[in-house]
Nanobody, 113 residues
Framework: QLQLVEFGGGLVKAGGSLRLSCAAS????????MTWFRQAPGKPRELVAE???????NYADSVKGRFTISRGDAKNTVFLQMNSLRPEDTAVYYC???????WGQGTQVTVSS
């Protein structure tokens, strides 16, 4: 069974940066698409970024130019580099592998003004 674990959340001031990491275990195959979602209090979960098996990346309009998704050298690791953070980026961030229906437990990102 595929398991995902996120690392790297925390508290940062507006304009600062954080890097989230996600490590997948439970498969010997390269996961085709890996994604980052986020959910702020009282709001629906939204897709932040995704990266395909060919390393094509797509982003939500709200994070374009500020966030970068990338794959790590280790198989089935993915990162989310978040720069120029804003208070509205505050949310629980989840790593997900949609093809497998797998989600991480989430990591809290809080951006103070």
């Amino acid at each position: 069974q595929l398991q995902l674990v996120e690392f790297g959340g925390g508290l940062v001031k507006a304009g600062g940066s954080l890097r989230l990491s996600c490590a997948a275990s439970g498969t010997d195959f390269k996961i085709n698409t890996m994604t980052w979602f986020r959910q702020a209090p009282g709001k629906p979960r939204e897709l932040v970024a995704e990266i395909t098996i060919g390393d094509d990346a797509n982003y939500a309009d709200s994070v374009k130019g500020r966030f970068t998704i990338s794959r790590g050298d280790a198989k089935n690791t993915v990162f989310l580099q978040m720069n120029s953070l804003r208070p509205e980026d505050t949310a629980v961030y989840y790593c997900a592998a949609p093809t497998f229906g797998a989600w991480g437990q989430g990591t809290q990102v809080t951006v103070s003004s």
